[in-house]
């Protein structure tokens, strides 16, 4: 346990840091939001083709791996849904709030925290997985959304365009063929990529520093302790049973587990703000779930361990 928390406390010193930053508004706003632009399609795109095209993926079960999250995805999304139905009765923004906060993940912190535990071998195969599941998880919160607000803003071209024009999945991908076809970019230009990949992993945890809000979580409801359970608790439970069926173990059976133990992603306010949710409720999911996350991983990872 105290060796997992030593590699997890450094990324929460990071995000902690960030968040310190902005309350002595060190740098000023504008600074940050050209940062986290600049991270986005800059630092953790070059993070990724640097990753994938030098990777060894050999005797990694691509389907397999890939084919639990979705199911894991599948499975909690119908929970909740059933759920509120029948039980929770959350009202239209409420919920959407409920299910991006019990489904979607950070990516920054996913990233950071593979890397610190398990370097490249763990970094390679999270950046695989985020490539089919940044897609999967945007679509069906748009689902969500368009099902629960009657929101005319909800448009699938629209989401369809941005997850087409995503840098971070466009840079997996481009990663990845330059691994499968056995291609360089040159020594000279993946070095380069090696020194901006440097920057992404703390910019970025900074970042995500600045988004937390924690004077929204005075408001705190029952929909928040929802959101936190499921995707805190129950996301990870699924995950990694979901995996053992498919006889998944060691490395790839520990890169899904966090990923469902991630907490969820800043971007998810972005999305309540734009499509009717509940936007303070979606900061309190975001902030808390960020606070809880360092405790909650460290004691899964503990108990599924070897």
């Known amino acids: 346990m105290q060796s997992i928390l030593y590699a997890l406390l450094p990324i929460f010193l990071l995000i902690a840091l960030g968040y310190f930053f902005k309350r002595i508004a060190f740098p000023d706003d504008s600074f940050w939001a050209h940062a986290d632009k600049f991270t986005y399609y800059v630092l953790f795109p070059s993070l990724l083709v640097y990753k994938l095209s030098t990777a060894n993926l050999d005797g ?39 299910y991006q906060g019990a489904t979607r993940f950070n990516t920054y912190v996913f990233l950071a925290l593979v890397d610190a535990l398990y370097g490249d071998g763990g970094l390679v195969l999270a950046a695989f997985l985020i490539t ?40 997996c991908l481009f990663g990845g063929g330059l691994n499968y076809f056995a291609l360089s970019l040159g020594e000279s230009i993946e070095t380069t990529l090696s020194i901006l990949s440097s920057a992404a992993l703390p910019l970025g945890l900074l970042s995500v520093g600045v988004g937390l809000h924690l004077n929204h979580l005075k408001e705190a409801k029952m929909e928040l302790f929802v959101a936190l359970f499921f995707k805190l608790a129950i996301f990870p439970m699924v995950i990694f049973f979901a995996a053992r069926s498919f006889g998944i173990e060691g490395l790839p059976l520990m890169i899904l587990v966090i990923f469902g133990a991630m907490p969820t992603a800043s971007s998810a306010y972005i999305l309540a703000r734009q499509l009717g949710g509940d936007m303070k409720l979606m900061s309190s999911v975001i902030t808390l779930q960020t606070l809880l996350s360092i405790v909650t991983i460290s004691v899964i990872l503990q108990v599924i361990t070897p």
């Not at 909740?80 to 959350?90: G, I, P, Q, R």
């Not at 969500?144 to 995503?166: D, G, H, P, R």
């Open 60 to 98: 990694v079960d691509g389907f397999a791996f890939v084919s639990t999250a979705l199911i894991t995805i599948v499975i909690i999304s119908v929970l909740l849904v059933v759920l509120n139905y029948f039980a929770f009765l959350f009202n239209g923004p409420s919920f959407t709030s409920v």
């Open 132 to 171: 089919f599941l940044i897609p999967t998880l945007n679509v069906c919160c748009i689902t969500v959304f368009a099902f629960y607000t009657n929101s005319e803003k909800v448009n699938f071209q629209a989401v369809a365009l941005s997850i087409v024009k995503n840098p971070l999945i466009l840079a």
